[in-house]
């Protein structure tokens, strides 16, 4: 009797063991904190065709490689241009050398007009341009090389070419200017030609009539001289008047020798050079022909 009491107590005892260690299990289940161990397999439960587990190949450290030290690139000095040679006549010049100057590029028809001897921006470009021609450096300053140049080209200018009779060279003659004795007068160049049988015998500056009193064109001849002409209408002195036209005469003009081409006449030909014009006006005779045109 007393075995079987010691036996009840001991399943007892040993059930209540259970209860506890499974409610504590459960609740650390539930709680989150349980770890599952990991299945152990023995040898005789693993599967026949399980591979063996390969080793991960081990990585050897290698020490980097030190870094070149930065140089820094030689830079080349900058090539400076060589200052251009002195020039021969500098720009804004005058006097007998430019006077040359531009004869001689007149020859070569880089200089459109008559010498005046002042090295402005027409010769510049003229000189400018002669260089472009002749594979020089085209500065427009007349160098030592280039003077040399323009020298070797041409042929020394004559005095007719160096003093022209008119600021403008003379244009190319009407053909009814080329006999007889004829005032050929040329409104493009605004010269006067005295020429007598296709050839001249002197030249000079003219200029003609506003555009509300024009200059009349055409073939005409000299109706009559007055040495110490007056004009009537405008009572202005109009000396070593040769006529052509009705009012409109050949004549010297004071206004003409002061301001230039900045004025204009009534419809007359101004003169500017009162020794030429009173030379032409002994000369000329009533009759002859007097030829306008552009």
Known sequence: MHRITVARTALATAAVAALVTGCKEQGLADTGHARAKPEVRTSSSAPAHAAPAKPRPHKTWKKPSPRAPRTHRAVPPRRTAPPPPPAVIAFGASGEQVRELQARLRRLGLFDRNPTGYFGTVTRSSVQAYQ????????????????????????????????????????????RCMTGRVLCISKTSRTLAWMVNGKVVSAMDVRFGSQYTPTREGLFK??????????????????????????????????????????ASHGCVNVRDKGKIARLFDQVRTGDKVVVYK
């Open 132 to 175: 472009r021609a002749h594979g020089l450096t085209a500065t427009g300053s007349l160098d030592l090389r280039t003077w040399n140049s323009v020298r070797g080209a041409t042929k020394r200018p004559t005095r007719d070419e160096l003093y022209p009779p008119t600021t403008n060279p003379l244009a190319k003659p009407d053909p």
């Open 222 to 263: 000299v109706d009559f001289k007055s040495r110490d002409h007056v004009s009537t209408i405008y009572d202005t002195p109009m000396p070593y008047a040769m006529f052509f036209s009705g009012g409109q005469a050949v004549h010297y003009s004071a206004d003409f020798a002061a301001r230039g081409y900045s004025g």
